[in-house]
């Protein structure tokens, strides 16, 4: 398939299939943004972008800056459009904004980044054998977020004609996967007048046909970096002279695993990743490790975050070695309006092409958690709701892939909501 | 045996035997303090009693009020004499002075206390088969110190006719045992107009006949105990209401002996005893434990001091639990001056029951090095020695017994090297 | 009070006061059973006593043969009768049983230890105040246990007059804390036969009026005792030539903590207890701890206590010591029958003194779980019930006491709700 | 530079220069084999090589057998001679042999490979400056072995004319840094009829005219491959569902700095990588790391070895996984021969160029050691010895450099040496 350069002319199964083949991890969604926003200027939405979608200081796990700058290069590269490249500057996402009339204001929040995995590339994999699995390696829509972006477009389509009484919101989200971009959107002030609020995901196991009028109960999470730094030294020559930053970071990781159980309710606590890199005959002076844990409240999720970060500081003390910390993401738990959920539900009754409406808890979690609380606790009502998809293999997958169908009952599904709720 | 209430008409193996059948631990030796105190008096000696032999502040390991007056008690029970009970209150050991002539001060250290302990009670044990076994049950002089005494006794009646020209200051310390008493004698201000010393042990597998002239090389060694203090909670309802002192304990432990080998030299570590006791389901509260330090100089065992305290901070830190830590006992290292060892074999090759004279490490910690360091600093000369005892069973073993000629022995070579010194 | 030497010319309230004057812990009921096994038989009932009560083998926690021994010997001086003290050598507890007519079999259970702990002594606490305190230092009927003999008893003489078409088996179980004694009393056969079982406990926070006719949803939790066993070294002179017990039991703990929390429901793991006791310089022989843990089934328990093995297993390969477990206690878990539960609730409603019934969890873990699964697996039914008993304080506190008026409520409840189940 | 595709025309500098340009780390030295083996065969050398110069079975530390074959390539590539690769098929390393005359047989043992690390490539450094600092990225001759091979062949080339009573063997040995070809050489059966060895090391801090007849006291040391495998598994679902090969490496690490200090020496142990690689999500299934243990002898080492593997052992136990370990190197202890000390000092006094010779220890582990130890176990006497070399920085460093006068006294001191042993 070609490359596209504009959206504007192209089916949203089209815009999908290009978004799948150039895949962008979190923060590197520059080609991405820069063509929504240039249909959704045409359109007559005004766009945010970069700096004024986020909180830029919420930001969380932004890769190194040199990567930043590669992937801006590659959209470039790739024929993104260079006034939004130039607008966005080095932050990716953005709001569309359109006042239509003067009924209330309704957000739409989509998210768009890729996963960072290798997509698989034989001809099991229905995006290889039709030419549109992802070109960059390393990097695939493994989750869906190539449809995300392709229903929040088409619902700025739908409305496009300007009959609607009220305001719409898009709210194209970078970064979710890792909890990353949420908090960093839900703070930039574009969901404080937003009465009521749609999330949206496909897929989740669900068939096509399938709307998911209210996924409940997520669990709360955090992601930790943590990086140990002391000092090396000869192991056989003075092993005294180290400050060993390994030493802390097996104290650490031995006493996360061990941080109580809570009376209260599930908490889950995992180191996946540890690196620590020298000959075997030096003390380490570096040892890194990436922590992630999870309370089935908010309560529960600060519990284990707080206890997560006074066991860091006593290991560094403990081996007498600095340490940083950082939040790689973070989400938090939300509960749907009963409110909104019913008008869903009467939207996809109405939607031909959907045959089954359930409720279900979600399982994971999800970092329009942010977005939803901010609407709520501003007197607004949200609902995070599911499209099913006919996904061949589960999310996070080299062989996940979705049911283009879903876009279009997506589509509708949110787009009689809208018009419902204003 | 009959128990002695004083000891100016008995002799040395008497006396040594009686010490032993009434063993007294550190900080304990009431009995023995008075009735050396008694006899000194009557030879002519000022004698320094309780807080005017040591500096109080710097005592370490005392035991618990309560044992140290029951101790008292028991003494005043058999008999010891009053009046030098009351004289050195709380606090046993003493310092014996007699200036006979203007020519220099010689000190003779000995250490007075029992170990912690049960004494052997079967007939093997010649203690036990000839009645003179400790009456204390869990306390035994097992490690000759009941020899010691009488030998420093046994100097000062050798002096008591007047003949020498100079000052004799004899050292009876207390707590020798966990290296307790050492650093408070010798910061007592007795020791700084010292111009030579002599310290003294017995037995240490040599046989009968055999003098050490310097026993060189003791390690410098270090004991902490530690009380980590949590909050209790109930384990099945709710763990995380707890602070778990058994927690921080068991990551203390686990980093303590992981401390980094030192490229300078030999260092040890460890864990005697831990402590923490409550119901299967409750989240501890409490946990104590004791720590020994070594290292094969003053900076290594320091080195590992240091260690040691950051690896408890961190492990309080780690689980939210308070802490602390009090030194049980302290030793250093020595090095004894070559003229005062030649003194010693010239005086060992003048006694004829002496039939073998050898230097060698000494292997093991104490706390005399705190008096011979005070002695060198000041410009005086020292020298730690040894006599031969023929002891039938290791040190701090329940069937340790010492010939008590060696006791006669200790006396004249220390006699003679006393009026050498001079 | 005057301790009793016979219950039969005894109030319930009086028995009550004389058992928890006479604390007796779990396996030394020696006393207890006795009089009770003395007044039962009295009674016209048949009694089994001892090793014809439980199976034997199944006995777990039991403590030394010594104290056990001393336990027996304090109920023979205390003037329990010697015929029943015979007869049960050396295991407590007893199943009483009387065939009043050819109907069904019904079974009370009921348990009669003392908990191992402090009893206060002050005037704020009506034992003390009023002289019912437990005379035996460190036991105490904290947990209600004086007023369930009561209770079983006062069944056995509500029935004595012969008006009763069925079988009637009282339990006395031993050794309910802790779990130890439940498991070797459902074994014992006398189980099989029963056709409706009733547990009861006093208390629970639950005011004197409430009745709640079914506990639900205990956890099931099983206490381990380990012992690890190295070799004692010094170590200053040869560390390395120990096998450290207690790094094997520090390796232990820190990773028992870190058991993965389960993804099916609650689990929970504790130590409570560790001791190692050598002097400082002395690689650990010998480490003990007692471990707790805890699952929300019966499976999540069975998880808890297969990897706290794999654990202890490796702690001692890892440290190269040896090691033993023993099964201190063990619970499983019960659902009531909806029969039984309804039946309750009749017979409560009949009862003038109770004035609310409810159904409620239980929170904890109780060794009636083995009694239920046994009837109700010949395919009997069964229910566990509460009486409220204006408890002042929390059970296994020092000060806990109970209404007496929870005796006879007990009493009322649970013979009517036998005779309606005949 | 020019790439040399052949020696025997070029200069003992040259050579060395063109070494140091085209670094081959451990195991991947096919063209500095192949160079050497063709000129050596010119010289009338009988040349062994791959399989045929060490005992295959006990080579250690080898590459994964891609990296192998791409060295294997690049060598081709470069102009290595054809025939001689092909003859080492995918081993490196040779022994040459002549025999000139009936008298005993001296061996020369000279280590060729770089280490794995990056070349300084500014103009601080003068192979940078000058143009034959290393074309392959990552490899470096930082420890000088490019100057022990020109040594090796100058030493060829001086007995070249068969001016010699005697057999000379000449080993060039692979892989020496991680001690990883050491063992395999020594087992390769061409030491076993070697009457005298002479091993050699330039550098090591000393200037240019020193030689060091006796370098003493190596330490042994073992290097330890580990991967501990267990399941992955969500840590949020089910993290039960896992086996934490993390946790496993965190409690072996934890526990092998816990390995008690040995009362016979020093010993050491250190973890020097480790690498866990998953999303903060998931259990992590793998877990690596690379150990080094170290004993002041033989023993001291295996103690510390033997203590590694159960510690490791235990730990996969604990976490319920897999394990598998590997050896990356060895190396042992030797003592030098006074009579071939002697023989060097000899030596070097004739050497004009030599004006200082000493005797120190060596600091470091060297597997020259079982080339050494296997001469002496047949009746041979063998000596390591150094010549100083004025490196402008340290061994492994990326400044490293030799002063290639240093190459010129190394073949005559030997040469010289040889001929006198003979």
Redesign the interface.
Known sequence: MDTLTAFSDASLHEIRRDLHAHAEAGWKEFRTTALLAAELEELGYGVHLGADSVNPDERMGVPPENEVAAARERALEAGAPTEYIDRMSDITGLVAVRKFGDGPTIGVRTDIDALERQEAMDDDHRPAREGFASVHPGEMHACGHDAHAAIGLGVAREFADGEFDGTLKLFFQAAEE?GRGGKPMAESGYLDDVDHLLAVHVGLDEPVGTVVSSYDAP?A?A?LDVTFEGEPAH????????R?A??A???A???L??I?????G???????????????????EE?TM???V?GGTHDLNE?MLG?TR??I????????VDYETGL?GKTTTFENDESVIETVEVAADATSAVDRIIRKEF???EDASYLIRRVQRRGGTAAYLGIGANNPAGHHTAYFDIDETAIDIGVDVIGTAVRQLS
């Open positions: 890792g669990l999470n992601k192991a056989g020559g003075e092993p005294n002279a180290g060993n390994l030493q970071a097996t104290a990781i031995g006493n695993y061990g109580a159980r809570h009376g209260g599930q908490t889950r606590v995992n180191v996946g990743r540890v690196n620590a890199d020298n000959a075997q005959n030096v003390i380490c040892a990436r922590v992630e999870r519990y206890r006074e066991v500081d006593g290991a560094a003390t403990m081996h007498d790689y399982g994971g979690s």
